[in-house]
């Protein structure tokens, strides 16, 4: 069993940064494949980004890529997401993820792929 808990969320001008963290309960966190979804009013939940249990992997959105960075640290059991150059399109409820696997290169990019969810965090960002 695993909990996930957001934080650092809130609101930001565009053009600002911010960095989620998601801290993750359970001794087994280095060996869970993690990402970060994001789900705004009337659409459907979508991947932001993604990252292998042993961090060499990345995966991201075309629309963060270049802009957020995700990476996570096994010793401190979290992960982040850091958001550059956030605009309006940005704002949205952000969730991390968790699955265990096996496969420590492994990126997943579905919902349904993974078991753990937190309970979000809110970004907004203000033209």
């Known amino acids: 069993q695993v909990q996930l808990v957001e934080s650092g969320g809130g609101l930001v001008q565009a053009g600002g940064s911010l960095r989620l963290s998601c801290a993750a309960s359970g001794r087994t966190f280095s060996t869970y494949a993690m990402g970060w979804f994001r789900q705004a009013p009337g659409k459907e939940r979508e991947l932001v980004g993604a990252?292998?249990?042993?961090?060499?992997?990345?995966y991201y959105a075309a629309s963060v890529k270049g802009r957020f960075t995700i990476s996570r640290d096994n010793a401190k059991n979290t992960v982040y997401l850091q958001m550059n150059s956030l605009n309006p399109e940005d704002t949205a409820v952000y969730y991390c993820?968790?699955?265990?696997?096996?496969?420590?290169?492994?990126?997943?990019?579905?919902?349904?792929?993974?078991?753990?969810w937190g309970q979000g965090t809110q970004v907004t960002v203000s033209s």
């Open positions: 993820a968790a699955r265990p696997t096996s496969v420590g290169v492994a990126v997943f990019l579905r919902p349904n792929e993974y078991q753990y």
């Open positions: 990252i292998s249990w042993g961090g060499g992997n990345t």
